[in-house]
């Protein structure tokens, strides 16, 4: 299995709901990531979790809470979120500690907030 | 911040043209520039890692070269074809644990049949 799996596909929300978007690999990789991704600009790192740890945060608002249950899975809990935060929500692993290392990537999660 | 450049944004051309485009960056802190295709609503699709100043890549038809002292790296595609047609993302890390990336804004290509 060397692949990224991300659910769902889509999901629209209003501002008061909570919702989550769920990441899944099976290579047994030990560093995770998340990322946005808006319209005409690049994917912008959110969180990267290393052995199941949170280890970077990029000073994303509070709305936006990651969990790494285990070393497979990877949610991101959504709760109040704004108009603005609509965007694609990308989830990437990858296996090592080499710079040549690649990261794999999941389609993504369309999301809109009404 | 780190400033990724990706030139042209966008690119259409015929069937059978070969065709390429630039990746910019700071040439300070140099670690790997990596370079992934991105089909719509498909997963982004690593094509290349390079680290060594004047690495040239190649995968079938799509090959990559490096300049690590001035800062670029250029993707080209020979004898394009309808598949092709994706966004073509550059990549680059700079260092630290965590392997962060920091993205270009891609080049959107479209191949005309």
New interface residues.
């Given amino acids: 299995d060397t692949?990224?799996t991300q659910t769902p596909k889509h999901l629209v929300m209003g501002m008061t709901n909570k919702k989550s978007l769920k990441c899944e690999q099976h290579m047994g990789h030990r560093?995770m990531y998340w990322y946005k991704q808006k319209a005409?600009?690049?994917?912008?790192?959110m969180f990267?979790y290393?052995y199941e740890k949170l280890?970077?945060n990029e000073s994303v608002p509070s709305r936006f809470s990651p969990e790494c249950p285990n070393s497979s899975l990877l949610n991101l809990h959504l709760h109040a979120l704004q108009p603005e935060d609509s965007a694609l929500y990308?989830c990437a692993s990858?296996p090592g500690?080499l710079?040549?290392?690649?990261?794999?990537?999941?389609?993504?999660t369309r999301l809109t907030v009404l | 911040i780190l400033n990724v450049e990706q030139s042209p944004q966008s690119l259409h051309v015929q069937e059978g043209d070969s065709t390429n485009f630039t990746c910019s960056f700071p040439s300070s802190n140099f670690y790997a520039l990596h370079w992934y295709r991105w089909e719509t609503a498909k997963s982004p699709e690593a094509l290349f890692v390079m680290t060594l100043n004047g690495d040239e890549k190649k995968k079938g038809r799509i090959s990559a070269t490096l300049n690590t002292k001035e800062g670029y790296s250029y993707l080209y595609i020979k004898g394009s074809q309808p598949e092709d047609s994706a966004t073509y993302l550059c990549a680059l890390y700079s260092g630290g644990s965590n392997y962060k990336l920091t993205f270009g804004k891609g080049t959107l290509l479209t191949v005309n049949p």
């Fill in positions: 692949e990224v560093a005409k600009k690049p994917p912008e790192l990267v290393s280890s970077i990308l990858r500690s710079s040549t290392d690649t990261q794999y990537f999941g389609p993504g």
